[in-house]
C-alpha cells in the first residue's frame, strides 16, 4: 500500500486472476477507484493513470496519436532537438524539416555531425546542391562557402589560376614550389627543355645536348666547321696557327710529316729517332721491326752480318748462314758441317764416339760398328766386338768337356809342365786366385778325392767370373 497526497493506493489480486489489480482513493471526499489487472507498463508517466486515459481526458499530449503521452518520449532518440516535441511531430507539424529525407531531422543531422550547412541558412548543405547551388568541385559543400582567392568567381578547387597572375596553377611557382630557375614566375617543368636534361633553355649552357656549349655550337652560331663536329671552328685549336684546326690539318704541328706518320701525334714506336712512326717504314719480314732497326732483315733467323743474302760471302752447307759466322771446331778452316772430322782426332765423324751416338765397348773412341768393319773380331755376329764380351764357363774344368773329374787337374798340370793348352784360363783357376799355378790342380783334386771345398762360382753350373782379374777365357765349348 502506498500514500500520495490524498491518494490511497493499493495493489491486491481482488479476482485471484494472478495479476495484481490497483484500487486507490482520491480527493478530499477518498473516492474509491479501481483498475483491475494494472499494468505500469501502460502508464509512462507513473502518474497513476492510464496513458490512454491521460490523453483521452486531455491531461496529457499524443500529437502523433500512438498512446504514449509526448512527455513519455524525451531524449535524442524521440526528441533529437529538445524541443519538447517528438520528432515525427516536428516534422509532421511542420516546425522542423527532412531535406535529405533520411528519417532524421535536419537540424538533428547538423548538431549529430551527420550533414552539414556551412552558410548556416537552416538547409543542409545537399539539399542546397540539389536545390541548384553551385558545388563545381562536387564535394558536397556549396561554392559560395569555399576560397576563391582571386575574386574571379570561381572557386580555388575550380580556378586554373588560382592567384590570377596569368599563369596555370601547375606551371605557377606560387602553386608547385618548384624549380623557376630563371625567375619567370613559371615552374621550369611547364618550359621547353630541348635536350631533356633538366635544365630549361634559358638556363642551358648546351640547350641541344650535344656536348658544345651555345656559343660553340655550330647549331646556335652558324660559323665555320670544317670537320663536320658540330663544333665552330672558332673555338678549335690550330697548334701550327695556319687557319686550319688540328681536326682538319695533315700536318698539326707542321713538321712536314703527315700527323699519321708523326711520332708527335701517334706516339707510336720510332726505334730509329728520325721523327716518324715505324709504322710507316719499311719491315721487309713484317716483324714488327721495322728494316734499319731490324738485326735480321729478311726474317730467316740468321742476322743481317751473317745473313748470305746480305753479305754475299761463303756459305758451304747451303744453309743460308754466312760460314764465317759458324763453328770450326779443330779450327781447320772448314765449318763443322761440312767437315768430315769435326774435331780433328783423326776418326770421322760417323764413327767418332763424341759426333755420333753408340757404343764403343773397348773405350776407344770408335764405336763398335766400326771396329768390327775394321777387321775387329765378332764370332757370334752380335754386333760388339769378342774383346768386350766374357765368355760364360765353369771353374775347375780345364779341358772344357763339361765334366769335372781327374783329366781336368792333368789338363792344368800339363799346361804348367810340358807346354799344353788351355781353351779357358779362367776355368783353369779352381781357386780363383787370378793364377794357373799348381795349387789349381792340388785344389780340385782335393775336392774330388779328400771332400774339400768345391771350386768357387761359376761352379757346377756355366757363368761369367764373379771375380775382376787378369786371366780370359777365349773359348768354352761346353756352355753355349
Do not use: W
Not at 96 to 112: A, E, F, K, Q, Y
Not at 156 to 176: M, R, S, V
Not at 194 to 222: E, K, L
Not at 223 to 231: E, I, R, S, T, W
Amino acid at each position: 500500500m502506498g500514500k500520495i497526497g490524498y491518494t490511497a493506493v493499493y495493489f491486491e489480486d481482488l479476482d485471484h486472476d494472478g495479476d495484481r489489480d490497483l484500487l486507490f482513493t482520491a480527493g478530499p471526499d477518498f473516492e474509491l477507484g479501481l483498475y483491475q489487472n494494472y499494468n505500469p507498463a501502460v502508464d509512462c508517466d507513473a502518474d497513476l493513470i492510464l496513458d490512454s486515459c491521460a490523453i483521452a481526458e486531455g491531461l496529457v499530449f499524443d500529437c502523433d496519436s500512438d498512446g504514449v503521452p509526448d512527455t513519455c518520449k524525451s531524449g535524442t532518440f524521440f526528441d533529437c532537438n529538445a524541443n519538447g516535441i517528438p520528432d515525427e511531430c516536428d516534422f509532421l507539424n511542420g516546425t522542423s524539416t527532412d531535406c535529405n529525407s533520411n528519417g532524421i531531422l535536419d537540424d538533428c543531422d547538423v548538431l549529430n555531425g551527420f550533414a552539414t550547412d556551412c552558410d548556416f541558412n537552416g538547409v543542409l548543405d545537399v539539399c542546397d546542391i540539389s536545390a541548384g547551388a553551385p558545388d563545381c568541385d562536387f564535394n558536397g559543400l556549396p561554392d559560395v562557402c569555399q576560397a576563391d582567392t582571386d575574386s574571379d568567381g570561381t572557386i580555388d578547387p575550380c580556378d586554373d589560376d588560382i592567384d590570377g597572375d596569368g599563369i596555370l596553377n601547375a606551371c605557377d611557382i606560387d602553386q608547385t614550389a618548384g624549380n623557376d630557375c630563371d625567375a619567370d614566375g613559371q615552374d621550369d617543368s611547364c618550359q621547353t627543355d630541348s635536350d631533356s636534361d633538366g635544365t630549361i633553355d634559358p638556363c642551358d649552357d648546351d640547350i641541344d645536348g650535344d656536348g658544345f656549349p651555345n656559343a660553340c655550337d655550330i647549331d646556335q652560331t652558324a660559323g665555320p666547321d670544317c670537320d663536320l663536329d658540330g663544333q665552330d671552328d672558332g673555338c678549335q685549336i690550330d697548334t701550327d696557327s695556319d687557319g686550319t684546326i688540328d681536326p682538319c690539318d695533315d700536318d698539326i704541328d707542321g713538321d712536314g710529316i703527315p700527323n699519321a706518320c708523326d711520332i708527335d701525334q701517334t706516339a707510336g714506336s720510332d726505334c730509329d729517332a728520325d721523327g716518324q712512326d715505324d709504322s710507316c717504314q719499311t719491315d721487309t719480314d713484317s716483324d714488327g721491326t721495322i728494316d734499319p732497326c731490324d738485326d735480321d732483315i729478311d726474317g730467316d733467323g740468321f742476322p743481317n752480318s751473317c745473313d748470305i743474302d746480305q753479305t754475299a760471302g761463303a756459305d758451304c752447307d747451303s744453309d743460308g748462314q754466312d760460314d764465317s759466322c759458324q763453328t770450326d771446331t779443330d779450327s781447320d778452316g772448314t765449318i763443322d758441317p761440312c767437315d768430315d772430322d769435326i774435331d780433328g782426332d783423326g776418326i770421322p765423324n760417323a764413327c767418332d764416339i763424341e759426333q755420333t751416338p753408340g757404343d764403343d765397348c773397348n773405350g776407344n773412341s770408335i764405336l763398335d760398328s766400326c771396329d768390327i768393319a775394321g777387321g775387329a773380331a765378332d764370332a757370334d755376329g752380335n754386333g760388339i766386338p769378342d774383346e768386350c764380351e766374357e765368355t760364360p764357363f765353369i771353374r775347375g774344368d780345364a779341358n772344357a768337356d763339361g765334366g769335372i773329374y781327374i783329366g781336368d787337374a792333368v789338363a792344368t798340370l800339363a799346361y804348367l809342365f810340358t807346354g799344353g793348352t788351355l781353351p779357358c784360363d779362367n776355368a783353369a783357376d779352381s781357386n780363383d786366385d787370378g793364377l794357373l799355378d799348381i795349387a789349381d790342380a792340388i785344389a780340385l783334386l782335393g775336392y774330388l778325392f779328400n771332400g774339400a771345398t768345391p771350386p768357387p762360382p761359376p761352379f757346377p753350373d756355366c757363368g761369367i767370373d764373379p771375380t775382376v782379374d787378369a786371366l780370359e777365357c777365349e773359348s768354352f765349348a761346353a756352355c753355349p
